[in-house]
Nanobody, 124 residues
Framework: QVQLVESGGGLVQAGDSLRLSCAAS????????LGWFRQAPGKEREFVAG????????AYADSVKGRFTISRDNAKNTVDLQMNSLKPEDTADYYC?????????????????WGQGTQVTVSS
């Protein structure tokens, strides 16, 4: 089992920055991939960013490239999502998810473990 707990959501204005954090615990982190997904009301859950824990390979959705950065802290067992230049269309519930593998999947169905989510609202 892997437990994931997100934090850092909130209400910000367009152009602001926000940092989300996902604290991971449980099973070994060997070959684990951590991903961030988001889901806006009435829309499907979509991939935002992912990182392979040990090799630090990263992947991003086109909509966030250049604005969002995913990183991990081995000492704290956290995966952070730094979000800059936020736009109203970034408004959504953000979820941290994990899967065991070697390829960062953009499909939420591939992820086994999920956090409870944290809400991000960007006002215009």
């Amino acid at each position: 089992q892997v437990q994931l707990v997100e934090s850092g959501g909130g209400l910000v204005q367009a152009g602001d920055s926000l940092r989300l954090s996902c604290a991971a615990s449980g099973r070994t982190f060997s070959n684990i991939i951590l991903g961030w997904f988001r889901q806006a009301p009435g829309k499907e859950r979509e991939f935002v960013a992912g990182i392979r824990w040990h090799v630090r390979n990263t992947a991003y959705a086109d909509s966030v490239k250049g604005r969002f950065t995913i990183s991990r802290d081995n000492a704290k067992n956290t995966v952070d999502l730094q979000m800059n230049s936020l736009k109203p269309e970034d408004t959504a519930d953000y979820y941290c998810a994990a899967l065991y593998g070697v390829v960062i999947s953009t499909s939420w169905e591939r992820y086994t473990y999920w956090g409870q989510g944290t809400q991000v609202t960007v006002s215009s």
